[in-house]
């Protein structure tokens, strides 16, 4: 019985990693590219032609931001991978990821 809880709290690893890493990361990507879109404001079209909308940096700001996370997570990602291969390991024993011997 011991074994199946083993399995069972494997699985819910793996599945939460997956969700954070292979849905999270793109949505966050969504996200900011929505909120790009946002902070240049909705264009308006006249009879003279087009004028800009009103422009709102927060929104700039925040796409930017979405955008660092999906960075660093991609580049912790590579991290991982290159780390394992040169025998070493991803700690975060601290606040920030270090790279142990194995």
């Known amino acids: 019985m011991h074994n199946l809880g083993f399995a069972l709290d494997g699985a819910w690893q793996v ?3 997956g969700l954070i890493l292979g849905a999270g990361l793109p949505v966050l990507f969504a996200l900011g590219i929505r909120s790009l879109a946002w902070g240049a404001g909705e264009a308006a079209v006249t009879g003279s032609g087009v004028t800009a909308g009103e422009r709102r940096p927060i929104g700039t700001a925040i796409g930017y931001a979405l955008f660092a996370v999906v ?9 991982f991978i290159v780390a394992n291969g040169f025998g070493y390991k991803l700690e975060f024993s601290h606040f920030y990821p270090t790279l142990v011997a194995k």
């Open 15 to 17: 599945l939460l990693a």
């Open 71 to 79: 960075v660093l997570g991609v580049l912790l990602g590579l991290t």
